[in-house]
């Protein structure tokens, strides 16, 4: 059983620029979140994706996007990057169909934008 | 709204201490509770969790109980070791979206 991954590790853009990051979920899984952690502070949900569609949303404005496809892969999708939006990106799945299930998290994606 | 509120650190203990992490929550409905853990440069991986009131979820001789009257789930371990050293995490999760609402995390470093 392979566990969740994430690419790239680590990525440096300069504000105004659009980034995508990807997650491969763990086998099993088809629901997907996607989390930012800004440095010394806990990871802030940013969305969720259960069987392609976006099933709940966090505080975080249009410009983060993201798609979820028929393998249960994601991507994450910033557009018009801006300078607060240097954090670690997590990526968590859990099972199906299961509230309040644990969720299962990649290493992350750091981000930089100068 | 759904929230969780961790002790603030950083907690440095020296090795075969007694560990306690505060952790107190609100939330609408009834939530699960769960403890992560951070190593430094990785994801997070679960520690322990509990679904309902009095549970108690323990591993690697971490436990805490899931206090519905005192809305707590309090982390704690008898005798810490090197390491232990990381970041803690309290989440919850409420509902049926598997939303989970994180604390903002408790570094622990235990010295030999």
């Known amino acids: 059983e392979t566990g969740v991954t994430q690419s790239p590790t680590h990525l440096i853009k300069t504000r105004g620029q659009q980034v995508t990051l990807r997650c491969s979920s763990q086998?099993?899984?088809?629901?997907v979140s996607w989390y930012q952690q800004a440095l010394g502070q806990g990871p802030q949900f940013i969305f969720q994706?259960?069987?392609?569609?976006?099933?709940g949303r966090g505080n975080f404005p249009p410009r983060f996007s993201g798609l979820q496809f028929p393998n249960y892969s994601s991507e994450l999708n910033v557009n018009a990057l801006e300078l607060d939006d240097s954090a670690l990106y997590l990526c968590a799945s859990s099972a199906v169909g299961v509230s309040q299930e644990t969720q299962y998290f990649g290493p992350g994606t750091r981000l930089l934008v100068l | 709204g759904d929230s969780v509120t961790q002790m603030e650190g950083p907690v440095t203990l020296s090795e075969e201490a007694f560990l306690t992490i505060n952790c107190t929550y609100t939330a609408t409905g009834y939530p699960s509770l769960f403890w992560y853990v951070q190593y430094p440069g990785e994801g997070l991986q679960l520690l322990l969790k509990a679904t309902k009131a009095d549970d108690k979820g323990s591993n690697k001789g971490f436990e805490a109980t899931y206090r519905k009257e005192t809305t707590s789930f309090h982390l704690e371990k008898g005798s810490v070791q090197v390491s232990d050293s990381a970041v803690y995490f309290c989440?919850?999760?409420?509902?049926?979206?598997?939303?989970?609402?994180f604390g903002t995390g408790t570094s622990l470093t235990v010295i030999p």
């Open positions: 989440a919850l999760s409420v509902g049926t979206g598997n939303q989970f609402y």
């Open positions: 086998s099993g899984h088809n629901t």
């Open positions: 994706y259960y069987r392609e569609e976006e099933n």
